[in-house]
T-cell receptor, first 113, second 117 residues
């Protein structure tokens, strides 16, 4: 079945710097890759997603890139702000997973003012 | 974006009692809903997938007789933890999707924190 690996597990950056979180997946049939942000004590919130027919997607300070050949995708946050501090989860899914998303282990991002 | 609510947001119960958690899609019809549990500092663990009008599909290792899931309408799914024990204490989160395709956005509820004494 699908396996999604996420790195790093923790990431600390200075306010204004960029942050990059990387994920790899195992099933080449996976074709949908969302990213979620989870603040302490809350449910995950979708921040951006990408489908396998595109290689990059951007929404203001957030961008996601997808390399289907290498089976990895990355989240890029530019001009980080303290309110970006949270746990970020990547996920992958496709028809072979029965409509389910497989989540990475999470990255705890800390943005220091 | 679409809104998913959960009720209650937190619950404390005695060991051996049953607890029901509700998950509602407020502004869309959810053909598919998912139930996850999450332990501190860990990722989301899928417990089961429910499609409206049919029986839930449970993940390996999840006891279907202990975690009863009902998805009776397109806007409501419930999770009942039967005969709860302290090891069932966790953060339970539901998510909802309008259709059955994985490429459709999955929206999460705010979670329910369960503490079993």
């Amino acid at each position: 079945g699908e396996n999604v690996e996420q790195h790093p597990s923790t990431l600390s950056v200075q306010e204004g710097d960029s942050a990059v979180i990387k994920c790899t997946y195992s099933d080449s049939a996976s074709n949908y890759f969302p990213w979620y942000k989870q603040e302490l004590g809350k449910g995950p919130q979708l921040i951006i997603d990408i489908r396998s027919n595109v290689g990059e997607k951007k929404d203001q300070r957030i961008a996601v890139t997808l390399n289907k050949t290498a089976k990895h995708f990355s989240l890029h946050i530019t001009e980080t702000q303290p309110e970006d501090s949270a746990v970020y989860f990547c996920a992958g899914g496709g028809s072979k997973q029965g409509g389910k998303l497989i989540f990475g282990q999470g990255t705890e991002l800390s943005v220091k003012p | 974006g679409a809104v998913v609510s959960q009720h209650p947001s937190w619950v404390i119960c005695k060991s051996g009692t049953s607890v029901k958690i509700e998950c509602r899609s407020l502004d869309f019809q959810a053909t598919t809903m998912f139930w996850y549990r999450q332990f501190p500092k860990q990722s989301l663990m899928l417990m089961a997938t429910s499609n409206e009008g049919s029986k839930a599909t449970y993940e390996q290792g999840v006891e279907k007789d202990k975690f009863l899931i009902n998805h009776a309408s397109l806007t409501l799914s419930t999770l009942t933890v039967t005969s709860a024990h302290p090891e069932d204490s966790s953060f339970y989160i539901c998510s909802a999707r309008e259709g059955r395709q994985v490429q459709e956005t999955q929206y999460f509820g705010p979670g329910t924190r369960l503490l079993v004494l």
